[in-house]
Each structure stands twice: as structure tokens, then as C-alpha cells.
């Protein structure tokens, strides 16, 4: 009997637990807001007797009737799952969060829900029934001594007339804001871009690192606890830096320069200009990047880079290191006047290289054959002689490659000269000889077919010599009248030599002078005139 009483006593009491229900009021009912802005809802509760806090969650029901549940900690609401405080903030609005939300609280598999809700109706366009402030971004960065504008606009009840609007800097220590306007470090800086009801845009100009910080704009109204301040806005001022893909480059291969930010990032659509050696570059950039390829040893130098339309806050240097293979390798003589035999001659190989020349190698080129002769960046051909003539180059190397120098001849003063008085002397000599060979070669082809006896007792009946004959008896080599004057004998005379006879028909003398070098002195043509010879020392008809 005793069991029983209990269990119906424990019955009553569970039902008029259940029956009991949670109780809720939310603060406003209902709420207006901007697209694009914050709004926190809240709300406060009394449990149920011997019912305790376990979790609480937040729903919505849409003009559909569909009812969704609020995340905790989506990209755009934050409340706690586990905290008893009945709030959550919703923010960067869209028209479709507008509906009905309402607070639950859950224990075990028992949920209890309140009446009603807080109505909250999202507005893409100011209203003058909507509180609220809307900004285009949360997070604005700029580069130091650019200009920042945070387009702005609020909303208000209609019944309501507003009565101040101003900027103000968040503080830590809880001061009140001031506006900006008012503070000597924004003193001729900011200023709001438009006059117009519902618009709330700030432009601060020229900014710089101490201006980086949270900023909010506030409103007041004529009405007791009439206003608003919208939510915090953000503002990151930056510095530029140059970065590479690599500092050190070789040519012909690519490097891409990076204008980067130090602490926050740049509109994609941000335009920038790039310095070479505090000069506009030659290249195009895209966006904040500068593409190198191929590189060039002329694109080697320090490179900054600048917001365009304010080229005066340029970022620091960085310098970009171009290696090259040695080039326009040439060889120089070091010597003053005329190289004679026994004197030294310095030779010096030169290169233009990055980085510079470490090995330098000598060769000489005598016909087919090279020779090694030593490694310096100047070499010595001590003692000159004809042993030491030849073709002298060198090789220039570092440790991107090499290249060989052009060939230079070393001359000793004169040794070419011999050489073109010998050429002269047989270029001489055989236009001399060549009209007597001719006119021996016309008289044999002519010469008509006679005895051994009679061609013996004519010679030697003959006291005149063989090639007065060729000269005069031929008609072919004479001239019809005794006046003409044919060829007898040339003679050629040199200086520095002794008499020489060239020929059988030239005389080549050489006259001997003081000085050593050998040169042409005078070319001597003796004519004679001649005689009509005797029928008898013809031996042709």
C-alpha cells in the first residue's frame, strides 16, 4: 500500500514538471538590421523547479515555417553550447537571415522550449525602422602613407531623429571614445565622404603604423537609449618588402620578385610599380609580381617596389645577384716602339665575368700544334726570337664556364720584311725572263728539219753568240726599223746584300749599305739599239 502512494505521488510530481514550462524573454522582441552588419540577440530565463542548466541552443524559423538550428560556432554566429548566458551574435547579415529565433534548453533526452521568439528582419537597404551600421569589410589593410576608405551606412527608427554620428578609436582602458576628428594625430586626416542620411564612410589619408587599430562608428538619436555603435572595424597598415624566389641567378634562367606585405594583405586588384636601382623598370609587372625570364646580366641590381600613386613610400632594396659565363675575353700586348730579337713582351688576358675570372690559362699555336704554357692572368714571352714566334691566346674560366681569347702574333721588327723582298725579287725576275722564253719557244716550234754537217759548219762559222741570233733573226722578236729599241739585260740592285746573278738575261745586283734592313733600291732597264745582222748568221730563211 505504502509502494503504491509513492508511486503515485512521483507521477503527480513528474506530471506537473512536465506541465511546467520554460519561461523566456527576449530583449528587443523584435530587431531591424542592415545587410552587412552585426546585431546580438538575447534573451533571459526561469527553469522549471529541480530542473538545472545543462545546454542551451539557439533555433530559427523562417517565413516557411522551417525550422533550422543555429550553430555555435559557424563562420558568421558565435554563442557557447554550455554557457547559461542566453545570447548570440550574428554577424556580417544577409536578407536570408531574417526569421524567428528562439532559445531551448536541453537536459538528458528532455528539451524545453519558451513561447515566441525574437523577430529579426534583415534590410539590404537603410531603413529608418532598422538599427544597425554596415560596412562593406570588417578588415581593411593598407600600405604605409596610402589612403584607407571604409564605406559605411546606418539605419535608425523612423519615429527617431539623429543627433551626432562620429568615428572613434576603441580603447583598452575604457575611456570614453573620442571622435576622430578631434584627436591631434588625425588632425586634417580624416573626414567623412558624404553628407548624406544614412551614409557613414571615413577616409583617413597618408596612414602609418600607429594608426593601425579598431575603429567604430556611433550614432545618437533624440530618444532616451537611442543609440547604436556598429561593430569593430579593423585597420592593419603594412610595410612593403621585395622577396625572391632566389637572390642568385645564373643567366638565362628565371626569378620572380614578389612585392609582399609585413602584416596584413593587399586588395588583389592593388596596382604597384617596380624600381630597379631606383629607376622604373623596363619590365610589365602583374599585380604585385615582376616575372624575369629569361634573365639577363643587365637585370642584375637592387629592386623596390611601391603602391602606384604613391611612388614616395617605396619598400627597401633587395638586391637580385646575375652569374655569367666569362666574356669579350681578349689578349693585350704590353710593349712600347718595335719588338726587336732578345727583348720580353707582356701579355695580359682580360674578361668581363660574374663572378670574376678565377683560372687563366696561356696556350701559342704554332701550325698545328699548341702548347701549354703556363696559367696567370699575364704571361711574359721573355727573349723573342723566331723559336718564340707563334699565335699566343689565353682561357679565361669561373664557375659558371670559360672562353677562349682571339689569337695575337708577337712580330720581331723585319722578319716579315725578307720575306717580301724575296717575293719581289722572283716576281721581277720571271716577267724578265718570260718574253725571251716565249721567243725561244717560237723559234724551235719553226725551226725547219736540216742536216747534222751543215747546221755544224753554219754554227761554227757563226762567231755571234746563240741569243743574239734569237734576239734579232726572229721577226716575231724585232722591231722593222733600226730605230726601235728592243730589251738587252735588266738589272735589279739591293740594299744590304751582296751581287747576285739571276738568269741569263739579268743582272741582279745588291748594294751594300750601313744599315741591316733590306729594301729595293732601284730597278735599272738598259736598251740598245740594234744592228741589222748578216745574212749568214741567220739560220733560218
Not at 38 to 46: F, I, P
Not at 338 to 353: H, I, K, Q, W
Not at 438 to 462: E, H, V
Amino acid at each position: 500500500m505504502h509502494r503504491i502512494r509513492c508511486i503515485i505521488l512521483l507521477l503527480c510530481t513528474l506530471g506537473l514538471h512536465a506541465k511546467t514550462p520554460l519561461t523566456v524573454t527576449y530583449s528587443p522582441q523584435n530587431s531591424c538590421a542592415l545587410t552587412g552588419s552585426s546585431v546580438l540577440l538575447t534573451c533571459s530565463y526561469t527553469l522549471p523547479p529541480n530542473y538545472s542548466f545543462s545546454r542551451g541552443y539557439w533555433y530559427k524559423t523562417d517565413s516557411q515555417k522551417h525550422v533550422t538550428y543555429v550553430r555555435a560556432s559557424g563562420t558568421r554566429t558565435e554563442y557557447s553550447y554550455f554557457s547559461p548566458e542566453c545570447r548570440v551574435r550574428i554577424s556580417n547579415l544577409i536578407p536570408s537571415d531574417s526569421g524567428v529565433y528562439d532559445y531551448r534548453i536541453s537536459r538528458h533526452t528532455t528539451t524545453l522550449q519558451g513561447k515566441d521568439g525574437v523577430t529579426l528582419y534583415v534590410s539590404d537597404a537603410p531603413r529608418k525602422d532598422c538599427w544597425g551600421v554596415s560596412y562593406s569589410s570588417t578588415s581593411f589593410c593598407a600600405s604605409r602613407g596610402s589612403t584607407v576608405d571604409i564605406p559605411c551606412t546606418y539605419g535608425f527608427p523612423r519615429d527617431q531623429t539623429v543627433t551626432t554620428t562620429h568615428w572613434y578609436r576603441e580603447v583598452e582602458n575604457g575611456q570614453d571614445p573620442i571622435d576622430l576628428h578631434l584627436e591631434e594625430d588625425y588632425e586634417g586626416r580624416v573626414e567623412h565622404l558624404s553628407t548624406e542620411e544614412h551614409n557613414c564612410t571615413l577616409r583617413i589619408r597618408d596612414v602609418g603604423e600607429t594608426d593601425s587599430g579598431k575603429y567604430r562608428f556611433r550614432y545618437k538619436t533624440n530618444t532616451r537609449g537611442g543609440a547604436f555603435s556598429g561593430d569593430v572595424v579593423t585597420i592593419s597598415v603594412t610595410e612593403l618588402q621585395v622577396s625572391m624566389t632566389a637572390d642568385t641567378v645564373t643567366e638565362g634562367s628565371n626569378v620572380t620578385l614578389t612585392c609582399d606585405t609585413t602584416s596584413c594583405y593587399l586588395k588583389a586588384d592593388t596596382p604597384f610599380i617596380w624600381y630597379k636601382n631606383t629607376q622604373p623598370t623596363r619590365h610589365r609587372a602583374i599585380n604585385s609580381t615582376l616575372h624575369l625570364n629569361p634573365v639577363s646580366s643587365e637585370d642584375a641590381g637592387s629592386y623596390s617596389c611601391a603602391v602606384r600613386g604613391h611612388e614616395q613610400h617605396q619598400s627597401p632594396e633587395a638586391a637580385l645577384d646575375v652569374r655569367y659565363p666569362p666574356r669579350n675575353t681578349a689578349v693585350f700586348v704590353d710593349h712600347h716602339g718595335e719588338v726587336v730579337a732578345g727583348d720580353s713582351v707582356n701579355l695580359t688576358c682580360r674578361s668581363d665575368a660574374n663572378p670574376p675570372v678565377h683560372t687563366y690559362t696561356w696556350y701559342r699555336k704554332t701550325g698545328n700544334q699548341t702548347s701549354l704554357l703556363g696559367g696567370g692572368q699575364s704571361y711574359v714571352v721573355a727573349n723573342i726570337s723566331y723559336e718564340t714566334s707563334g699565335l699566343y691566346y689565353c682561357v679565361a674560366q669561373n664557375s659558371v664556364g670559360e672562353q677562349h681569347s682571339a689569337a695575337v702574333s708577337v712580330p720581331i721588327a723585319g722578319q716579315g720584311f725578307a720575306k717580301y723582298v724575296a717575293i719581289g725579287i722572283l716576281v721581277v725576275v720571271a716577267l724578265l725572263l718570260l718574253p725571251c722564253l716565249l721567243c725561244l719557244s717560237r723559234r724551235k716550234s719553226n725551226a725547219p728539219p736540216t742536216t747534222g754537217s751543215t747546221t755544224i759548219s753554219q754554227q761554227q762559222a757563226d762567231s755571234s753568240p746563240v741569243y743574239d741570233d734569237v734576239l734579232t733573226s726572229d721577226p716575231s722578236c724585232r722591231r722593222n726599223t733600226e730605230a726601235d729599241n728592243d730589251v738587252q739585260y735588266a738589272s735589279v740592285r739591293f740594299k744590304g746584300s751582296d751581287k747576285a746573278e739571276v738568269g741569263p738575261y739579268a743582272d741582279v745586283q745588291r748594294l751594300h749599305t750601313q744599315t741591316a734592313q733590306e729594301d729595293i733600291e732601284y730597278a735599272s732597264i738598259h736598251l740598245s739599239r740594234q744592228r741589222t745582222l748578216p745574212n749568214h748568221h741567220s739560220q733560218f730563211p
